[in-house]
């Protein structure tokens, strides 16, 4: 994979929230925990003796609603698993990943809250065959659009000779470091181009194309190579068709769940430009900036890196002074989850203020963050689904009715989860409402652009 280059017009995040300096956990996850530990204590009998402790552990991961630490755990299944029929020379890397995913486990509610894209996950794929990638990590989970190929205007067809010539330049076996940034630039202003012929839409192709070219830097491995010569490939198929208003609809696929591939990537070698956004993402998990951020959640990344929001800063920072955390009594069991009982009962309030307001994208998104804080995984994913699809519905709602009054049942829903964990009863994820908030929300995409398209036959200018 190419080394991300941060292109001229990526602007940067605002300044980072306060942190507090306590770095004790806010929450934990103590069943997943102590399977990892079972896990790690059994591998002394060998590798198999491992996996069902941490079959175990996934399954209350997945069941809680931590897709992105499912998935981590799934890949070391599968590596320990074909460890253990291997020689034992190659057992060490997965007892080393094994140890620092239940290592991991222990520090996941430690402030800033971590998930398994630091720098310890990216060490782990270095060091063992199957790891996923920091991009697959932060789109486990969510249900991810298709990148759409409308049909281009007849006049674009010239632009394939502009294509093929700079790919001959980038494709030279003795090309040098200067000439491949220079055949970069030129074929990420060809990818923006052909982006703009498509109306700009946003779930087009070569918006993807042209953003992973601008992120790309000499030198280029194998695998970039090929990823440039499907971008010709595409073009080709792409210029068959006929552009008109039925076939740019009929190019539009259905959204496509990451957790359909989270076992492996053949499950997504069929959805052009899926590696594209895995790429993107995983520059995102590495180095977050708002231009990145914007154009994977349009396309459903919706989880961003974030800091402790204030308000839990806050209270975190009090009850630090009088040693919060540090005894059994100080903590609240609540399912799979427990939690300080300072960091809940801030939560609490937070959501009881919310919850007349949830229906607001805005007061969805502090849900969601706070809810991530906190380790509430069901709860912050579902409310991220509804900030990003009612902030879409309100600004491009979809020529098929049915968005607004899907979107009110998906708040129905998130309330109730909320009043579900006020009672001590940790909620169950909701996988099929992220789905369907997705679906409306590439729908609204789809209609922001092509609304014109569809209603007078004509192109978008």
Known sequence: MVTPQTPSDITTPGTPAREPRDTSPLWRLPEVADALTEASDAWSNGPAAALGPLRRANRLLQSSGHADWALHGERLVQAIAEAAYGQSGSQDAQRNALRRFERDIWQAGATPATVPTSGDADTAAENWSGAPSPGELR????????????????????????????????????????????????????????????????????????????????????????????????LRKQLTRSGGPQEARASSAGPVSSTASAGGKGASEGVPGHDLLEALATWHAQAPDSWLGTLLA???????????????????????????????????????????????QTFLSLADEALPNLNDPAVAAKVAEYSAAIGLAPVARLAAAVAATGERLAVSPPAEPGGPAALAMTVKALRGMLHQFAADTYPDARPDLIAEMAMWRERALDASVFGQRLVTGRDVP
């Open 298 to 344: 349009d396309f459903g990344v919706l989880r961003r890196p974030g800091h402790l929001p204030e308000p839990l800063a806050d209270a975190i920072q009090a009850a630090q002074k009088q040693g919060a955390g540090s005894s059994s009594r100080d903590w609240l069991r609540i399912g799979p989850l427990a939690v300080r009982h300072d960091v809940c």
């Open 139 to 234: 789109m486990a989970g969510w249900v991810i659009a298709q990148p759409r190929l409308h049909g281009l205007p007849a006049g674009t067809a010239p632009l394939r000779a502009d294509v093929e010539r700079v790919l001959l330049r980038l494709l030279r076996p003795d090309a040098d470091a200067t000439d491949t940034t220079a055949a970069l630039g030129q074929l990420a202003d060809l990818a923006a181009d052909l982006h703009r012929a498509g109306a700009s839409a946003p779930l087009d192709y070569w918006r993807l194309a042209a953003a992973w070219l601008r992120f790309a830097r000499a030198p280029l491995s194998l695998a970039d190579k090929r990823q440039i010569g499907r971008m010709n490939l595409a």
